[in-house]
T-cell receptor, first 113, second 113 residues
Framework: QKEVEQNSGPLSVPEGAIASLNCTYSDRGSQSFFWYRQYSGKSPELIMFIYSNGDKEDGRFTAQLNKASQYVSLLIRDSQPSDSATYLCAVNVGLSNDYKLSFGAGTTVTVRA | ETGVTQTPRHLVMGMTNKKSLKCEQHLGHNAMYWYKQSAKKPLELMFVYSLEERVENNSVPSRFSPECPNSSHLFLHLHTLQPEDSALYLC????????????FGDGTRLSIL
């Protein structure tokens, strides 16, 4: 079983709609969860992190964490063409291995103008 | 200079060459990381340095040799590489300790002839 799994997409949404991205993880001890955005040919850019169950909002982005179900999601409201990118979910793999982040393969999002 | 800076941005080398990748962070962080990103594969953690001590070595072949002379600089020395080593090599930094967000440099695109 992969440590972090994401739907590869592509996820195509019309401009102005909500894009919903999901991520599941296998290590129940994971404590820290991150979403990165990666444009084609560029490096990953941190856009959200969440540590506690529930929702965390930052502008048009909302991260949702459910540790009991071992999933974390990212909602992008009012999607813009500039949101077209690959979104990477990253999970800290347990307290005993603090530094290791396991990354999913990424979900590619395309926002149609 | 701000953020995490990597040089060179592109590198083409033969299998018998020796070269080094350089990373410098200006964020006041004390942990630094090397990742490998190949097409269609998740980010792979290679090495972690925290407070200038190597704390993670993810079964990386010895043809890759990291060096961390201080908390701001990280090198990856390359020798006798194989064609499958062609990839994007990303440096990241964070505060030391569990679950801290990592910030990435722009990467070095490496091609092995």
């Amino acid at each position: 079983q992969k440590e972090v799994e994401q739907n590869s997409g592509p996820l195509s949404v019309p401009e102005g709609a909500i894009a919903s991205l999901n991520c599941t993880y296998s290590d129940r001890g994971s404590q820290s969860f991150f979403w990165y955005r990666q444009y084609s040919g560029k490096s990953p850019e941190l856009i959200m992190f969440i540590y506690s169950n529930g929702d965390k909002e930052d502008g048009r982005f909302t991260a949702q964490l459910n540790k009991a179900s071992q999933y974390v999601s990212l909602l992008i409201r009012d999607s813009q063409p500039s949101d077209s990118a690959t979104y990477l979910c990253a999970v800290n793999v347990g307290l005993s291995n603090d530094y290791k982040l396991s990354f999913g393969a990424g979900t590619t999002v395309t926002v149609r103008a | 200079e701000t953020g995490v800076t990597q040089t060179p941005r592109h590198l083409v080398m033969g299998m018998t060459n020796k070269k080094s990748l350089k990373c410098e962070q200006h964020l006041g962080h004390n942990a630094m990381y090397w990742y490998k990103q190949s097409a269609k594969k998740p980010l792979e953690l290679m090495f972690v340095y925290s407070l200038e001590e190597r704390v993670e070595n993810n079964s990386v072949p010895s043809r890759f040799s990291p060096e961390c002379p201080n908390s701001s600089h990280l090198f990856l020395h390359l020798h006798t590489l194989q064609p499958e080593d062609s990839a994007l090599y990303l440096c990241a930094s964070s505060q030391a300790g569990g679950g801290q967000p990592q910030h990435f440099g722009d990467g070095t695109r490496l091609s092995i002839l």
